[in-house]
């Protein structure tokens, strides 16, 4: 083979890769982001569906309990069409503070009047604030009010973020759902590095990003794959949850990631 062919032969493979590793990264993006002309399979492919875990808070603390689990059908509220809850949600009194489930720094914030998740913040956690091996992205939706926090600001686990509402649209573009009771929407993904974008329906999408259980990153332990998870024995599916008291307590005290409402002793 000639030299020229070498070259040639070079830069078709190089194209070939970079348009393979675009597409993977286009898909990756469709997984988080769910926009409208996103396949649904993709998501599953990336851990949205159910892994069977359940809370388990410390002994002898009352927290909000969950009313809608993570990765429930939602065909029935989407018209018919394939759609999964991609988070979990914990009913509380309109007003109710939404606490920081960990340090971080806030990435966006959304006034969200086109979307199901209406005013919604969200938060970009490293491996050394949480403990954890690869970088999270925690968002907290629903919001009665726009939280008084800025795109940049550092925060601590239990910060409190701003107030329980029921914020967001119901099936009418841009009509404010009078059925939503208040409520937390508390959603994870995850990547190997810091690097996101937003997407044009106002979600954050991590690089190469991942869907998570929320109960997994809460729990603050390896690992966050939902196939690994999924495949525990069902006597493995119970998780340990830190949480703060009202007080300001966390228990147990060496906690790196707590509930996003704060228990009762």
Not at 149 to 164: A, E, H, N, S
Not at 205 to 223: C, E, H, K, T, Y
Request: glycine letters at 10%; proline letters at 6%.
């Amino acid at each position: 083979m000639t030299a020229l062919r070498l070259i040639i032969a070079s830069l078709a493979l190089a194209i070939a890769t970079t348009t393979s590793a675009s597409a993977d990264e286009e898909r990756a993006g469709c997984a988080i982001s769910r926009g409208k002309t996103c396949d649904i399979a993709d998501a599953i492919a990336r851990g949205l569906f159910e892994t069977g875990l359940t809370p388990i808070f410390p002994s002898g603390l009352r927290c909000r309990q969950i009313d809608e689990a993570w990765a429930i059908s939602y065909r029935d509220r989407r018209g018919g069409a394939d759609a999964y809850h991609g988070g979990i949600d914990i009913p509380a009194p309109f007003g109710t503070s939404i606490l920081a489930a960990a340090d971080g720094e806030v990435v966006a914030i959304f006034e969200g009047r086109n979307s199901y998740r209406g005013r919604e913040i969200v938060l970009r956690h490293s491996p050394a604030q949480t403990g954890l091996k690869v970088w999270t992205f925690s968002a907290y939706s629903h919001f009665k009010t726009l939280p008084k926090l800025k795109v940049g600001d550092r925060v601590r686990m239990g910060t409190v973020l701003g107030p329980t509402g029921n914020s967001g649209r119901g099936q009418e573009p841009g009509i404010q759902s009078k059925k939503r009771r208040p409520a937390i929407h508390f959603a994870v993904t995850y990547s190997s590095g810091p690097d996101f974008r937003i997407s044009r329906n106002e979600v954050v999408v991590p690089r190469n990003g991942w869907w998570a259980d929320p109960l997994a990153f809460l729990s603050g332990r390896m690992p966050l794959d939902s196939r690994v998870l999924a495949a525990r024995p069902a006597s493995q599916k119970a998780v340990a949850i830190g949480a703060m008291l009202m007080d300001g307590t966390i228990v147990p005290p060496k906690a790196r990631v707590i509930w996003p409402y704060a228990c009762q002793g």
